[in-house]
């Protein structure tokens, strides 16, 4: 029944469209996420490309993955770190990059980290639904989403979002 829920509201999330600035979008983000990163003593380092285009996107749904990505990076490293967040356009595509210093994910976990329900959160403290939405949601737009990580150094979760611009009349 959960699962035939969970896929019920993936498919009402066909993103709309409207202008959006992804800097803005990760500014947003990230001051929501301020006191929560500060109490843990984790310093959120923005490095925005100042050249981004503005594209038709759905910024809430873009702010729903940018708010777990970074949520779940401050979870990883739990106190005393950083998180870099990063924004390049390359070509056609804007890059985000959210880089943490925390404990990096192992291999065996690196290959499930989009399923559904997993976790490596204790019980209690993770659904395991956070990923699986973020990579719906960026797949729906067109993007992409993938991890890399270096067990004992941390992780980066990249974020590709198509540059598709609205027609302005």
């Given amino acids: ?3 035939h829920g969970m896929l019920g509201y993936a498919r009402k999330m066909e993103p709309r469209s ?4 992804i800097n803005e979008t990760l500014n947003q983000t990230i001051a929501l996420l301020e006191n929560y990163a500060r109490n843990n003593n984790i310093e959120v380092i923005k490095e ?6 503005v594209i038709a996107s759905d910024q809430s ?18 106190k005393d770190g950083e998180i870099h967040v990063k924004s390049r356009a390359t070509g056609s595509t804007i890059v985000v990059d959210v880089t943490d ?3 990096g994910i192992s291999k065996e976990d690196l290959k499930k ?3 559904p329900f997993f976790t490596t959160k204790e019980t209690g403290k993770g659904s395991g639904l956070g990923l699986w939405v973020s990579y719906d949601i960026i797949q729906k737009m067109g993007g992409d989403i993938h991890v890399a990580s270096d067990p004992g150094k941390g992780t980066t ?3 590709e979002l198509p540059v ?3 027609h302005q009349g």
């Fill in 18 to 21: 409207e202008h959006v600035e």
């Fill in 48 to 53: 925005f490309a100042t050249d981004l285009p």
């Fill in 113 to 115: 980290v989009f399923d």
């Fill in 101 to 103: 210093n925390g404990p």
């Fill in 61 to 78: 749904r873009l702010q729903q993955v940018f708010l777990n990505l970074i949520t779940n990076a401050i979870d990883a490293i739990g």
């Fill in 157 to 159: 979760f990249t974020v």
């Fill in 164 to 166: 598709i611009t609205t």
């Fill in 1 to 3: 029944k959960v699962v």
